[in-house]
């Protein structure tokens, strides 16, 4: 990704073929996709004709192009979603929802070059991350296929002589903003719903992540009406404020950081339309002294996603564990990533890929000088680079397990976003469990224990908006997945997430009298 754009005179606008064939080489597919936005069902270039660098992490070499978005592309890409919502709008919930799981079961045919793709542009390992990334975007266009018969309405005992009724009514043109670390996945969970419940959808992608969105977008372009997904390239305040602010986006879906978060709220607030925020977490893990530590171990691997770099808002960065097993704890967990294999995203061996660009890989290496600048902390840098010479310019870190840091350093109080993570020893449960919630996010929590009462005691106490015991597992489709505090408002990946936040309520009373 490269800030500065370039005028590129060769995209033009190309309309998509009938059916896509998959396409397993990720360099190509890169090019093919090269310089262009998807608006009202049609491949084009921004209307300045700028575009801007996809760089693949793991080496540092440009792969592709990117549109460089601005107003005047938002302004075409509103337009056309205004245009289409109306007759979509107009069919039926369950109609929508057909058309939806449709497009859940072709993007299930695309699995292994949309991971390939996502592998070669964020520098996800392909084994371990992407291509699960892939499945996921398929499982949830299929659950929320599923859902168009669930926008109902109450009817309300008002009056006998009157029929009086609450139906759900489409917003309209909504608005999403999607980060890179796992970006197919999340333009899925806010497309997938607004589109089942009668919206047309405008989508910025994040700059550091383009083109597996849109070839998400040209799969979908094959069974949704033109203009009812629109997708755009560029950058935040050129390109994503331009969405939150035009007067015809009735609400903004957006993942990222707090700060980002607050700057597209106050700006919605100027409009008065809703927003959902998923933004960060700092999420705690307690591990009890009678839990079972193996489970325990492998649940801070993978509650960590260090095979995600540790790019995960849900990433287990604070892990607080009994003393009396810190020392096995530590042991354990520092020999488990120690035969992680990091390096080439696109080769099957590779547990653990490259930060996704040099700004981030600047903040998480700055974080890693912090903590080793607090008294008492040891950093246990764990795996090995690569050694392969194609990769000597990549984005890599090795992850850093951090030991006798304190819960209110800055390490152990600000989203890192990379592969550190803090242990941290508590003599008892009330400890623990204040030193959990003394944070200023709440997206994310788990508690360790073979104790039930113990457990169902942390599920009350945790402040989060998703608490797990004796798991870290993902957003699971189905499941209500959003924080409390600084971490974010609203809910995504369920039915509820498709009602409260992307439908209106309107309240009907016919006087039969
Ligand atoms: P960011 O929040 O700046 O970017 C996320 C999205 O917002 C991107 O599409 C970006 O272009 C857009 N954006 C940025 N400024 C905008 C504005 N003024 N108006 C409208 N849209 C705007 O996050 P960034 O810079 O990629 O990463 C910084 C930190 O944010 C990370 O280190 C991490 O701590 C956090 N983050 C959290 C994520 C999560 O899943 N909750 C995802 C990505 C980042
Ligand atoms: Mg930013």
Known sequence: MNATPTATPTATPTAMPNALVPTLDPHALAKALSGFHLIDGVLRPAVSGKTFDVVSPATRKVVGQAAYGEKADVDVAVAAAKRAQVEWGKRSARERGKLVAECGRKLADHVEELARLVALETGKALRTESRVEASVVADAFAFYGGLGGELKGETVPFNPKMITMTVREPIGVVGAIIPWNVPMMLMAYKIAP?????????????????????????????????????????????????????????????????????????????????????????????????????????????????????????????????????????????????????????????????????????????YIGIGKAETGAKAHECSAMPKDAALKDGLFVRPVIFTGLKNDSRVCREEIFGPVTAVMAFDSYEEAIGLANDSDYGLAASIWTTNLKTALDATQRLQAGFVQVNQNLVVQPGLSYGGVKQSGLGKEASAEAMLDHFTQKKTVIMNLA
């Open 194 to 366: 607004a589109l089942v419940a009668g919206n047309a959808v405008v989508v910025k992608s994040a700059e550091e992540a383009p083109l597996a969105v849109l070839r998400v977008g040209q799969i979908l372009n094959q069974v949704l009406p033109p203009g009812v997904f629109n997708l755009l390239s560029g950058f935040g305040p050129e390109c994503g404020g331009p969405i939150v602010a035009h007067k015809d986006v009735g609400k903004v879906s957006f993942t990222g950081s707090v700060d980002t978060g607050k700057i597209i709220a106050h700006a919605a607030a100027d409009r008065l339309i809703p927003v959902t925020l998923e933004l960060g977490g700092k999420s705690p893990m307690i591990v009890m002294d009678d839990a079972d530590l193996d489970k325990a171990v492998d649940g801070a691997v993978a509650g960590m996603r260090f095979t995600r770099q540790g790019q995960s808002c849900t990433a287990a960065s604070r892990m607080f564990v009994h003393r009396k097993i810190h020392d096995a704890f530590v042991e354990r967990l520092k020999a488990k990533v120690d035969k992680m294999v990091m390096g080439d995203p696109l080769d099957e061996r590779t547990d653990i890929g490259a930060i996704v660009s040099p700004q981030q890989f600047e903040r998480v290496q700055r």
